[in-house]
């Protein structure tokens, strides 16, 4: 199991590092989405894995790792507030720059107008 | 302890003249001497234990671990310079009182000088390699501040613009050479730096270090190539000049050399660079000095040749040649700041400095002129005077060196030629200003100065005459301490003498005086020859050289960094890849030993799924809406994984923020395009890929390496005191609010700054804000289906127990304050969903940001709340108590900290999402309002 758990946090980080590379910001944010996770089970995953077991006391008999779960549950909930300020600080930069290009403008030569607002409106 | 207020007088002396100068310039200038007198005083409380040969050295702990340390001695060198800074800086101040006019801020001027003054002591009695660069630094940036002290003057900031760029460069490559010196030694303390000598010397990186420290000392000593910017620095007030291009700034690199003499000279290496040096410093110097009608330019010139004939010495290697180093740097700075005190005068007095039109002043300022005569021919030479005797020392060691083999002929003669135009230049001092006809058209009539202003020079000239006279008496010793601290041991043996008998210095002496004579009264002929070579503007060509640095700079950053956050995202991404990359070729086996989970089939369909809805997200992505959803199922994947790996804190967690993500991400494409251009060239998308997939390679592996290994942890220790201590059974969440209570305090601090940041982005935004999608379709008309309003009204309060129970048993079972304010936030955007803002505006009428702030002031007050008890922040306090109906109940002051992460996470999800969501619903009801 531990190699299918390994395969698919590297999966998940080259999956987010691909998005976390476009050049649009809605990829972008997806992709520090998927990377997050994955960062998140690979700190989870130092305690080792173990199933069938616990962290409440007397509960079970063999205990999980506590210690790395404790740090990941505050990742959790940082990593969302982390994602909200990218995702707004992008429509920001859309409202204000009129494009979603993470640069701030359109790459030259792609046929794109370099503002897409002024166009819309 | 006393040695430290000789440099703390002067540092404090900085703000005495700010603070007087609106008492009138003399109570000024007398204020601002008081302190730096008291600390010469204390210098020279200290000779006697200094000329004992004992170490007078103070240390106080800086930074212990870093093995850095304030410390100040004082040997014979540090006293030499310390009474030459303090001695004429004292003069300065006097002559200043009477040379600046009431259109200058005297108070600022004496600030700047005071705190120059500080710098040059700082580097003359540091016991600290590090501090004395720092003091190095500083007499630089104070120099600057005098040099541009006139600002209004284009010529002033230019030439300070000037030599602060050259000598600041020069402080960086002596930086560079300290640090590599006290990693050779091991430390930066001075008495291990000087004991090193034979250890720096044989050490590979030894010419590098020589190289470096030279360059720091011949940018501050202006020695060629780098001597053009002394002459520009002449824009400065002339007490300015006085001290800093006489007796002070300039001497700072002579005085690096002295101090890294017993360490760093003795090789071949130190004599080739360090005397041809000087040596051509010395005759473009003297030359150049000649042909100069500026009386401040003829006297920079000659600072530059005489620091030249120093550096000669220095560069010769034998003991004695230290001593006549150290002879020089005595007299020259007495009779040069007289020279430069004179000068100003002059110009003061008749409005010029041009040598063409100051002509016969003899007549209208004799006293002047018979001080300013004898310090011109202390400068030449002339038998009786300072200068004639370390001049001889000069000549004697020059016939005595071989440092060029069979070419060792050349130095003593062109010593002589060099020293002939030193007689030429100061007779043209003498005789074309004093002398040779009558004034062309001066400004001012000229008269002598006031009394006082002439004191100064009255001194130091008294000082050439009685050096020149008695020299053993009045600084035989003094020059003996000094000296054997260049050299490091023992001295030779030799005399100071008024006469040393007719021997072959003293011919080279007349021959450079005839010589001289001669030149000068030729000088016409010299003239027209100088005349047909176009004069080399430096300021033009160091213009040019900084412009041209400047634009390859700005070549190379524009290459660099261009502004791309794509491309730095691939630079980051690349250098993390080869650092992770690297350790892993150096692991043998990727498998440990710790005993693998068999798989079954749920693990592995769920394995498969997750793995699929990934990949679905990255083929999809340009289809944002479809990509968002492939995500989703990730994140719930995710979650069940942490449900299977018993971690059902972390389950609860992630599905709930899951959800709030997921929303916020539909409301962030309402704002965005929702679908990404084809814009990535093949290339690219082959590039990312491969580095995605390599990256993702390599955190696989350290994964699997990491998790296939026996875990030593250290939660055992959470484990077994969480009930005891904390009070809990929930481990994870007695970790959460008690053992790392400081941490979790900090992480809901960051929760609420963030979603603060976020609702000033929100505030002030024009937002882009489609009356469609992207193909054209209008949103829809039906804004709140009425089963979802009907339904989700009804849930609300189930939420919301369902949010209160899972706080409350948090401490002992899955849950706490992070989860049951996820709960509470989904079900409170669950009604906005369903009714609108609008609708809910009336209905719930919280502030969020009080929210957000009650809840931190609550973890921050349950923190505090310890200290009343006499514990330390944050330390949890439980017990039991039986309450009717309930039963035991346990009450813990963990549970308040709980609150005030429940309220913080509440407050800083609604603050984010209701802030965004009510953009959406206010554009259309505005819309509609249009139609």
Known sequence: MEAIFAFCVGLLTACGLFLTLRGRTFPVVVGITLLSYAVNLFLFSSGRLLINGATILGQSEQYADPLPQALVLTAIVIGFAMTAFVVILAIRARSDLGNDHVDGRNPPGAGLPSDRLKEKN | MSLFWILLLPLLGTVVPLLTDRFGRTVCAFATATLPAMALVLVLLQVPAVFDGEAVVATLPWIPLLGLELSVHLDGLALLFAMLVLGIGLLIILYARYYLSSKDSMGLFYAYLILFMTAMLGIVVSHNLLQMWVFWEMTSVSSFLLISFWNHNTDARKGARMAMTVTGLGGLALLAGVIMIGNIVGSYDLTAVLSSGDLLREHAAYPVIVILVLLGAFTKSAQFPFHFWLPYAMAAPTPVSAYLHSATMVKAGIFLMARFYPVLSGTELWFVIVSLTGLTTLLIGAYTALFKHDLKGLLAYSTVSHLGLITLLLGMGSDMAAVAAVFHIINHAIFKASLFMAAGIIDHETGTRDMRRLNGLWKYMPYTATLAMVAAASMAGVPLLNGFLSKEMFFAETLDQSSLGSLSWMIPVLATVGTAFSVAYSLRFIHDVFFNGEPVDLPKTPHEPPRCMRLPIDILVALCLLVGIWPALLIGDLLAVAASSVVGGELPLYGLYIWHGFNLPLLMSALAMTGGAYVYFNREKLFTFQAQFPEANANLIFDKSVKWVM?????????????????????????????????????????????????????????????????????????????????????????????????????????????????????????????????????????????????????????????????????????????????????????????????????????????????????????????????????????????????????????????????????????????????????????????????????????????????????????????????????????????????????????????????????????????????????????????
């Open chain 2, 551 to 931: 634009k390859q700079c700005a070549v190379f950053i524009e290459w660099f960094e261009n502004g791309s956050l794509q491309r730095y995202a691939f630079l980051l991404i690349l250098f993390a890849m080869v650092l992770l990359g690297l350790p892993l070729v150096d692991l043998d086996t990727t498998a440990g030993l710790r005993s693998q989970i068999p798989v079954d089939a749920v693990m592995l369909s769920g394995a498969a799924l997750l793995a699929l809805s990934a990949l679905a997200t990255v083929i999809w992505h340009r289809r944002r809406l479809i990509a968002l959803l492939m995500l989703s199922v990730v994140g719930l994947i995710v979650s069940l994984a942490f449900a299977l790996f018993s971690a059902p804190d972390l389950a609860l967690t992630q599905l709930s923020v899951e959800v709030v993500t997921i929303i916020l991400l539909l409301l962030a494409l309402f704002f965005l395009p929702q679908s990404t251009p084809k814009e990535s060239s093949p290339r690219r998308v082959a590039r990312d890929l491969t580095i995605a997939a390599i990256f993702g390679g390599i955190i696989g592996t350290i994964n699997y390496a990491l998790i296939t290994r026996p875990l030593d942890s250290i939660s055992d220790f959470f484990l077994d005191n969480a009930k005891t201590g904390g009070g809990g059974t929930n481990v994870v969440n007695v970790i959460l609010v008690d053992f790392r209570g400081f941490d979790t305090l900090g992480e809901i601090t960051v929760l609420g700054i963030a979603a603060l940041g976020i609702y000033k982005l929100i505030a002030r935004m024009g937002l882009f804000k489609p009356t469609s999608d992207d193909d054209g379709r209008p949103w829809t008309e039906d804004k709140h289906p009425m089963m979802l309003s009907v339904i989700s009204q009804g849930l609300l309060p189930l939420a919301l127990l369902v949010s209160a129970y899972i706080f409350l048993r948090g401490h002992n079972l899955p849950g706490g304050g992070f989860i049951a304010g996820l709960v509470t936030s989904i079900a409170i955007i669950q009604q906005y969903i369903a009714h609108g803002v609008d609708w809910l505006k009336d209905r719930l009428k919280l502030d969020y940001q009080k929210v957000i702030g009650s809840g931190l002031l609550i973890a921050t007050l349950t923190g505090v709340g310890s200290w009343a008890f006499g514990y330390p922040f944050l330390t949890s306090w439980y017990d039991y108590w039986t309450w009717p109906l309930i039963g035991e109940f346990e009450v813990a002051s963990a549970i308040a900290f709980d609150l005030g992460v429940y309220l913080t996470v509440v407050g800083a999800t609604m603050l984010i999402l209701a802030n965004l969501g009510q953009h959406t619903t206010t554009e259309r009801a505005r819309e509609t309002e249009h139609q």
